[in-house]
């Protein structure tokens, strides 16, 4: 069965750039979360979208943004990056804004 | 907003043993509580999960239980193997569609 598809798998920024982070739902699910799980830590909620729209908000510092296009594939845009956002970064999705969430394989961002 | 709290941290059994997880949470508006299982650098994988309206729920050795007056859940895994080694996390989301809160995690380890 298809899967949530993630890129890039890995990403290696310094400080202060910029990163795209894409999401890709499984087939004709239209919400989507992103959460971000640091070493050794829970996965933390960003933000989910739901139809293009922003759903709910969580812990999303202001240098980030995302958004969900017209396919439902979504895009996390991080800018200024610091250290702290080394993270794994985890993409997941639902069906018609459904409990089950199913995550992507998670794009690694290092910040050096 | 919602906390959830997962114990023990770590747990410790031998293969063929029963492994308990234990969580609770702290809105008594949520509805839906999932278990994930993480394998080091992975995505969570939801192994099962249990809605309010129900007090428990087995598939196959995983059985979770919901006490809804207490505000406490728990994950009975029995008949351990070695490949259930792995962090699981607990979590608690209210309204459809809306973020997954999830627990501090727990260290899974058995050994044969």
């Known amino acids: 069965a298809a899967g949530v598809i993630q890129s890039p798998r890995h990403l290696i920024k310094e400080k202060r750039e910029t990163a795209t982070l894409k999401c890709y739902p499984i087939p004709r699910h239209d919400t989507v979360y992103w959460y971000q799980q640091g070493p050794g830590q829970d996965p933390q909620f960003l933000i989910s979208?739901?139809?293009?729209?922003?759903?709910d908000k969580g812990s999303i510092p202001d240098r980030f943004s995302a958004q969900q296009f017209s396919d439902y594939h979504s895009e996390l845009n991080m800018s200024s990056l610091e250290l702290g956002d080394s993270a794994l970064y985890f993409c997941?999705?639902?069906?018609?804004?459904?409990?089950?969430?199913?995550f992507g394989p998670g794009t690694r961002l290092t910040v050096l | 907003g919602e906390n959830v709290e997962q114990h023990p941290s770590t747990l410790s059994v031998q293969e063929g043993d029963s492994a308990v997880i234990k969580c609770t949470y702290s809105?008594?508006?949520?509805?839906?509580f999932p278990w994930y299982k993480q394998e080091l650098g992975k995505r969570p994988q939801l192994i099962i999960d249990?809605?309010?309206?129900?007090g428990e729920k087995k598939d196959q050795r995983i059985a979770v239980t919901l006490n809804k007056t207490a505000k406490h859940f728990s994950l009975h895994i029995t008949e351990t193997q070695p490949e259930d080694s792995a962090v699981y996390f607990c979590a608690a989301s209210g309204q459809a569609g809306t973020a997954l809160i999830f627990g501090k995690g727990t260290t899974l380890s058995v050994s044969s």
């Open positions: 809105d008594s508006a949520s509805n839906y």
């Open positions: 997941a999705s639902s069906f018609s804004r459904g409990d089950e969430q199913f």
């Open positions: 249990i809605r309010s309206n129900v």
């Open positions: 979208f739901y139809e293009k729209m922003q759903s």
